[in-house]
């Protein structure tokens, strides 16, 4: 509620209430989605977590043109199954970013149940090194944007009416390997069925000016959690940082 209310101005108490009972919801029904992934079949996951033809389109144009994406989303919406249903319907494959777990046990439940449709995953320390080995492939690697990094290294945007710190390493890397920036919206359509929607971001990372890609995919987020509040990952310490002082 700390989150909502200071994310929401405007809105009142009574209204913010509605959206935590709705995300709690939702956060509930997402825990057994994702632990459905270790059953779903291929055809009850894309019917669940459909791409829009549109969205299927860029990427197969993309794929085409033997272009490499980086995709980019947040904690919005069932972000696990739309990476299964990438796996099954798109030409590339699928790296996802992730940060292993401590329980051995949990952390390979967690794999088994990303990579069960062909998806493959690369330890967050390992992003970098990793992407270049795959450059000769055409391929797709996937960050979640709105984790908190430290306040040393982010760049520091306005969202949601906070001074949030962003990672730099979305759009630093994209640059490096010069791989057009995705944008993945996941929308729920109704209780335990999704939408993906992508659009293209930036075409030519390179030549984008320092910090624009990531106030680019910041704003899209913003934009999507304000048309849907509910589906957004409230319960984690987004905004646990401040800005450090300029000495």
């Known amino acids: 509620m700390t989150n909502l209310r200071a994310s929401f101005p405007d809105k009142s108490e009574a209204e913010l209430q509605r959206i935590g009972k709705d995300f709690y919801r939702y956060l509930c029904d997402m825990f057994l989605e994702t632990f459905k992934t270790l059953t779903i ?31 980019v989303m947040g904690h919005k919406g069932n972000w696990e199954w739309a990476g299964n249903t990438f796996s099954i319907l798109c030409k590339q494959q699928l790296y996802v970013i992730y940060h ?79 791989s057009p920036v995705v944008y993945v919206s996941v929308n729920r359509v109704k209780r335990g069925y999704y939408t993906v929607v992508a659009t293209m971001l930036v075409e030519d990372p390179s030549a984008a000016a320092e910090g624009d890609i990531t106030v680019l995919h910041t704003r899209k987020l913003e934009k999507d959690i304000i048309e849907e509040p509910a589906t957004w990952l409230w319960s984690h310490r987004r905004w646990k940082h401040k800005r450090p002082q300029a000495a």
């Open 41 to 71: 079949s291929r055809e009850e996951m894309v019917k669940r977590c459909s791409f829009t033809p549109e969205t299927v389109e860029l990427f197969n144009k993309l794929a085409a043109n033997n272009k490499s994406a980086v995709l």
């Open 100 to 178: 292993p777990l401590g329980n051995k046990r949990f952390n390979d439940l967690m794999i088994h149940m990303r990579t069960r449709f062909g998806t493959r995953l690369i330890a967050m320390q390992d992003t970098f090194r990793e992407m270049v080995k795959n450059r000769h492939e055409v391929n797709a690697t996937a960050f979640i944007a709105d984790q908190s990094p430290q306040p040393s290294t982010a760049q520091w945007v306005p969202f949601l009416h906070q001074d949030t710190p962003v990672f730099k390493g979305t759009e630093k890397i994209a640059q490096k390997m010069n």
